[in-house]
């Protein structure tokens, strides 16, 4: 891998899921303490921020009465229900953890449901850096980390999936997907692994 052909994808790092005030919180708590995610993501940020590697982020909004939802199902349901990731409210604010690195995240809007590169210009912004791997981080595993790790795949891209800076419903899920699922298409490893194969120096 090297680092300026390589794109890290932060997929969901917002308040109503990250910040324990965050109205989804409770969905991956579990999961984003045991792994220690936000911290390792932190570390990841840290030492990219002074590489050629792009940095990404494609949150999800919704405007207040959700009209981009159509009979939504599942999680996004939830989302509609619980009036998570609403345009302009904290909820749907980058968590203050990323805040440092701002300056060297793009952010990429569109995203409205599990694909990042469905609706937004991911891909068209990707293939114009010429990148051919991509890194992805963030939440739900089993949900939007999956579905955009399959679609970077199906396009092309040589996929990693940061297996501590990502989080599930649960600990069994997370242990799940990236121990069976991911590795059907995509590399799974963790941020200092990541960092080492793009020899990157390392610190604590």
Known sequence: MQSQKTALILI?????????????YRVIEESSKVTNVIANTVHLLQHLTSSPALIVTTPIFFTP????????????KTIKQE???????????????????????????????FNAFINTNLDGILKQREITD???????????????????????YHVTIL???????????????????FPLYAQVM??????SRLELTVTA
Request: glycine share 10%; proline share 5%; aromatic share 8%.
């Open 12 to 24: 969901g790092y917002q308040n109503d899921y990250f910040s324990p005030n965050g109205v989804l």
């Open 65 to 76: 009465n959700y009209e981009e939802l159509i009979d939504p199902v599942g999680i996004l």
């Open 83 to 113: 009036n998570a990731f609403q345009m302009g409210t904290p909820g749907s604010q980058a968590i203050g953890e990323l805040h440092p690195f701002e300056d060297r995240i793009l952010e990429v809007p569109g995203k409205r449901g």
């Open 134 to 156: 991509v890194v992805i981080a963030g939440a739900v595993t089993s949900i939007c980390i999956d579905s955009t790790g399959r679609a970077a795949h199906e396009k092309g």
């Open 163 to 181: 297996s501590d800076c990502t989080s599930a419903r649960t600990v069994f899920e997370q242990d799940f997907y990236c121990s069976t699922v």
């Open 190 to 195: 963790t941020n200092r692994e990541l960092l």
